[in-house]
């Protein structure tokens, strides 16, 4: 303590100069030496007191911060139970209403029935009963409005006899469906809990800054959004193989896929890898015609092993594919020739992209630290941007043929305008490893993963993380990366496909390989290679480094 120490230097001085006066042959007296005892003593007193005061300050502090934070988390903890309270009132009301609604349609069903059953015996309707319907009419309006407020009344007299109307049942009783969703939402609680809380707190900032945030039925905007969130993450649990098949030889090594993408129509896939061949599949028959084997319609042979594969968004016949070799070739799968070939990158090119709006535009990335845009109807490159680190990913944004999303071996995200690519637009950090994918759910909305075992959403208009993704084991390989609307998927070095619901960092649901051989001892090595969503659809391409192939649909 500091007195202490004051205390020991002036005891020192004090010996010091007792010292000195007996070197000297001073003689003190002992009034003289109780003076200086005294006030060696009163000196103590006051520095013990000052540090006490310092003490009791900074500890006076220190309580008054505690006190502030539990106050604002005690103002936050109301505001949530505010929220809370709002929205149990408002999915109740929603929630009697369509209570009401189903028992004033079985009503008036049961009610029109008889009428349309009663017929002469040359089968003629009765034109009496007829008359009669109509006449009785607002008697029966008069009747269901009568039986819509019975329900509600009834409704919220149970609500009231049991506290909460979440025990309440309308017409059918909770399935075993209904159960498997409930027992899902337990087991996510605390990331269903966390969505909630931020998406209400989101609008509720939005509403302190003026916005009218609620729409016509009273329901708030976070708890419509919460409510999309939690309908689409509770309605699938895992995935089913509805169909299955062997890419190449099965004692053959040289079987990995590395790409795997479906056509504009979602009619055909092709896949792609260290096979040097391009094979097209028409997806109908590989689903609806069970077989090990299916032939593939397309066959294309290309020089080197495959990396990357990327269909035209307009041109149906064309599809580009990357190579070991460096070279960015686009195909015409009914010809089975190349269109173009482009040879200007230097290394292994790991990636290409058709732009979405452009379907003349494609982006590459290399190897050689080089991103490079190219057009088809030029034989040279139009744009090349060169970078410090190897590029393991390129895509455009799928609103523009502007924007492209870079994911580089230096662990970071590059965001580029190619109307002036002197430096990105945005750098996005936060992978510990490299950036193997780059792909976009929206517009706004990227999709990252990298070899840290991670996938990464990212707002690119506003530059800002959104979620990180964990479950999955990726630290070596590409195990593929794909997104559909709401729904991230990826593979994982254990042989197993990975969902996420864009909104929660822990998986929906996943699936584990069953291939042949996995008793086999290298067994453990196989990973998934390559994943590919049907558009708008939960059926999901899957491939591995087996060469196995398969269709998992996303089920309760």
Not at 66 to 81: C, V
Not at 353 to 372: R, T
């Amino acid at each position: 303590m500091l007195w202490l120490l004051e205390w020991r230097r002036l005891h020192l001085h004090l010996n010091n100069f007792v010292g000195d006066c007996t070197r000297q042959g001073c003689e003190m007296s002992m009034k003289e030496l109780d003076g200086l005892l005294s006030l060696l003593e009163e000196k103590k007193r006051k520095m013990e007191q000052q540090e006490s005061e310092i003490s009791m300050e900074i500890m006076l502090g220190f309580l008054h911060c505690l006190k502030k934070q539990k106050f604002e988390e005690l103002n936050e903890i109301k505001a949530d139970l505010q929220y809370i309270k709002e929205d149990i009132t408002a999915v109740e009301r929603r929630r009697l209403e369509l209570c009401s609604w189903e028992q004033e349609s079985s009503i008036k069903l049961k009610m029109l029935a008889p009428g349309d059953q009663q017929q002469h015996s040359n089968g003629i309707v009765c034109s009496t009963h007829h008359v009669q319907a109509q006449m009785s009419s607002n008697d029966l309006q008069n009747k269901i409005s009568d039986v819509k407020a019975q329900a509600i009344s009834k409704a919220l007299q149970l609500n009231n006899d049991y506290g909460s109307s979440s025990d309440m049942q309308c017409v059918t009783t909770p399935g075993v469906a209904s159960l498997a969703r409930k027992r899902r939402v337990h087991s996510q609680f605390n990331h269903l809990q966390e969505c909630y809380l931020q998406k209400r707190r989101n609008w509720y900032r939005q509403e302190e800054r003026g916005a009218n945030t609620m729409n016509i039925e009273g329901y708030n905007p976070g708890l419509e959004d919460f409510q999309s969130v939690f309908t689409s993450f509770t309605q699938y649990s895992r995935m089913r193989v509805i169909a299955e098949l062997r890419h190449g030889d099965l004692f053959h090594s040289a079987n990995i896929v590395s790409s795997i993408e479906f056509d504009r129509d979602d009619e055909l896939f092709a896949t792609a890898g260290v096979s040097r061949c391009i094979k097209v599949f028409e997806f109908s028959s590989v689903v609806n015609e069970p077989a090990d084997i299916h032939c593939p319609i397309v066959e294309i042979s290309a020089r080197s092993k495959l990396s990357c594969l990327s269909w035209n968004k307009y041109t149906k016949t064309h599809i580009a594919s990357s190579d070991y070799e460096g070279i960015v070739t686009v195909w015409d799968v009914t010809t089975h020739q190349s269109v173009m070939e482009y040879e200007e990158h230097e290394k292994r090119t790991w990636s290409v992209d058709f732009s979405s709006i452009d379907p003349s535009m494609l982006v590459s990335g290399s190897d050689d630290c080089k991103v490079k845009i190219w057009c088809t109807k030029q034989e040279e490159s139009v744009l090349n941007i060169n970078m410090k680190a190897n590029i393991c990913s390129v895509k455009y944004n799928p609103g523009s043929s502007f924007y492209v999303a870079v994911g580089s071996a230096d662990h970071h995200i590059h965001y580029y305008d190619l109307r002036n690519i002197s430096q990105p637009l945005h750098v996005f950090s936060g992978h510990r490893k490299a950036v193997s994918y780059v792909k976009f759910l929206s517009n706004n909305e990227l999709a990252s993963a990298s070899t840290d075992s991670t996938l990464r959403l990212w707002d690119v208009k506003e530059n800002l993380p959104l979620c990180t993704y964990r479950g999955h084991m990726n630290e070596k390989n590409f195990v593929g990366l794909a997104v559909n609307n709401e729904y991230i998927a990826c593979g994982s070095e254990t042989n197993e496909v990975f969902v996420y619901h864009k909104a929660i960092s822990k998986p929906m649901a996943w699936h584990g390989s069953s291939d042949l051989g996995e008793n086999d001892d290298n067994a453990g090595s196989f990973f998934i290679s390559a994943v590919c969503w049907k558009r708008d659809s939960p059926m999901l391409l899957t491939a591995n480094s087996r060469g196995t192939i398969k269709v998992l649909l996303l089920a309760a």
